[in-house]
């Protein structure tokens, strides 16, 4: 008689929550799609405990933002000053001048937006429409946004040295309020003071 196939060892706890690629090999195939067909055949086996991946993926998620939300502000404020620097001096005292009024303008033009999108989606022509007018949105916001975080930098640290200071300020706070959760909230309020400035000037 043989001796019965022994088990194979109970998996170590401090490797719970990690992911093991195992490669299942294919026998060769000469076409794209049988070769795609072999690549997919890769097995993602995910261990217990998935709590831990989803900690991780939240993380890397706002570590991202945070990092995306710093380099646009510094990006756009930094060509801004470059191009247009007395319109953005312009902007940023509109903002600090009249928080409020920015504020709600911007936040009343997003619901507008909101729902014009919404409404041209549905439809199938305005399609085409809706996408480039996401992007000009989106534009304009970044445009909006980096302008009211300079114009709080500018205020906490000056620019009569130059602006890089000021443009690293701005940026950090940007990507500071990312990060923590009730942060969000403040950078979206900014963020609509600013956008909301840079529409009430185009559409006055």
């Known amino acids: 008689m043989h001796a019965p196939a022994s088990l194979p060892p109970a998996p170590d706890r401090a490797n719970v929550g ?12 000469s076409s794209m799609s049988d070769t795609v067909g072999s690549v997919l055949s890769t097995v993602l086996i995910a261990q217990a405990d998935p709590g831990v991946n989803v900690d991780i993926a939240f993380g890397e998620g706002v570590a991202g933002g945070a990092i995306g939300a710093f380099l646009t502000t510094l990006v756009v404020g930094a060509i801004l000053i470059a191009v247009a620097s007395e319109y953005t001096e312009r902007m940023m005292g ?9 504020f709600a303008y911007g936040i009343l033009s997003l619901l507008v937006l909101f ?10 022509v305005g399609i085409l429409i809706a996408f480039p ?9 970044a445009v ?10 500018d205020r906490l640290v000056g620019h009569e040295d130059g602006w890089l200071k000021p443009l690293l300020v701005a940026a950090g706070i940007n990507g500071l309020l990312v990060v923590t959760g009730i942060g969000g909230i403040f950078a979206i309020c ?6 909301g400035a840079v529409l009430q000037t185009w559409l006055n």
């Open 18 to 29: 990690q992911l093991v690629f195992i490669w299942v090999p294919s026998e060769p195939r």
């Open 94 to 102: 509109l903002v600090l001048d009249e928080p409020v009024d920015s």
């Open 115 to 124: 729902v014009l999108i919404i409404l041209l989606v549905i439809t199938v």
């Open 133 to 141: 007018l996401i992007l000009l949105a989106y534009v304009v916001w």
């Open 144 to 153: 909006g946004a980096a302008i009211a975080y300079l114009a709080i930098a």
């Open 190 to 195: 900014i963020g609509a003071a600013g956008f």
